[in-house]
């Protein structure tokens, strides 16, 4: 939202550029400023309020307020996968499955290392309670049996796991991995949404703004898809660190009862109202062709007195632009009138008559 001397050395070399050659036109001697007691013709527009300049405004994408990334929790061949993107989906529906064959065989195989160690107790049990076995090896037995036991059940808890369930009713929202494809542990296979949640709009912003942003700020979003209609918001959650590929810090701007139905991935600017006010929070918006001089963030415009009718050459703190017109953080209020046309014929104190329609030619 604000910038360094360069920037606003860039900023005022634009406004600079613009003046001149607005200055430059009309058919008005130059001399007329010279003259003393000359009433000289001037274009002039009023200070005007800029209720938006402090706010924090960025694009993002819709998603939906509950998502999450599907996958199986071993690795194997994708056997089948039910649904495609935008699909449906209910809680408890199987939506993708791995081949089995491997996983049958190992659960096949402690199936049997199960049914031995348990003979090997049953075995040694009477033995033992006549002598002929020790305590010891009963005791082993009946450990290995324990072990034999433990590894059957995590082979077929693995083997539940060879299929990816809805977690609740929803939409499929992406798709990551086809049929037969090898996917390793933990590789996402689908991403859905929980159809109860809602959407919001995710925006990266700079460290600046979220320092002067609160959860529950007031926001309004634009959408392209909607051409531009404005819907109303509030800032959801804000991400306690930094992107580190970006940078930015991820905040999710939850969208109010939107009166037509949105869908993940669209595309919008959000504009947010910040708890804490910034350097533009009292700022004014004049027309860039206003300026006559300026170094830095300083600059010089000449205000109109329309008592009687005579102008002030006055010094005034500049910061970004806005569209065409420039704004002004100090020095100027709304409503005082600024010469935009004609300023490099002036001097401090000079009478001027302001026109609408008034061209100034050297």
């Known amino acids: 939202m604000s910038g360094g001397p360069h920037k606003a050395i860039t900023v005022l070399s634009l406004a600079l550029a613009l003046a001149l050659g607005l200055g430059a036109c009309g058919d008005q001697p130059k001399a007329v400023a010279k003259q003393s007691g ?8 009023k200070a005007l309020p800029a209720p938006n300049a402090d706010a924090v405004t960025a694009y993002g994408t819709v998603r939906p307020d509950s998502e999450a990334r599907l996958s199986f929790k071993i690795g194997g ?31 096949a195989r402690a199936a049997l290392a199960v049914e031995k ?28 049996l324990d072990d034999a036991r433990a ?26 991995a086809d049929i037969l494809e090898m996917v390793g542990v933990g590789t996402p296979i689908l991403t859905v949404s929980s159809g109860i949640g809602g959407f919001v709009l995710k925006a990266g912003l700079g460290d600046r703004d979220v ?11 634009r959408l392209d898809a909607f051409d531009g209609e404005e819907l109303q918001g509030r800032v959801l959650r804000m991400a306690a660190s930094s992107d580190p590929r970006s940078g930015t810090f991820e905040t999710e701007i939850e969208i109010s009862a939107p009166h037509r139905p949105l869908s993940s991935g669209f595309m919008g600017e959000v504009t947010i109202k910040p708890g804490i006010a910034g350097a533009y929070a009292h700022a004014v918006a004049i027309p860039a062709s206003a300026i006559l001089e300026g170094h830095g963030m300083k600059a010089s415009i000449f ?10 050459l006055r010094r005034i703190s500049v910061g970004k632009l806005q569209g065409e017109h420039i704004l002004v953080t100090e020095g100027l209020t709304e409503s005082e009138i600024v ?24």
């Open 38 to 45: 000359q009433t000289i013709p001037v274009r002039a527009e």
């Open 77 to 107: 061949l994708i056997r089948n996968i039910a649904v495609d993107q935008g699909d449906s989906i209910t809680k408890g529906q199987i939506l993708a499955e791995l081949d089995t064959s491997e996983i049958d065989s190992h659960a």
């Open 117 to 144: 160690a348990k003979r090997d107790v049953e075995r040694l049990a009477p033995l033992a309670a006549r002598g002929f076995a020790s305590v010891q090896r009963v005791e082993d037995a009946r450990t290995a």
């Open 151 to 176: 590894l059957q059940r995590g082979i077929e808890f693995d083997r539940s796991m060879s299929h990816i369930t809805a977690p609740a009713d929803g939409v499929v929202l992406m798709r990551q």
């Open 211 to 221: 320092a002067r942003i609160k959860i529950g700020d007031p926001a309004s979003i």
């Open 303 to 312: 205000v109109v007195d329309p008592a009687n009718s005579t102008v002030q």
């Open 339 to 362: 010469v935009t046309a004609g300023a490099a014929y002036l001097r401090d104190g000079a009478r001027v008559s302001v026109a609408r329609d008034v061209a100034i030619t050297p």
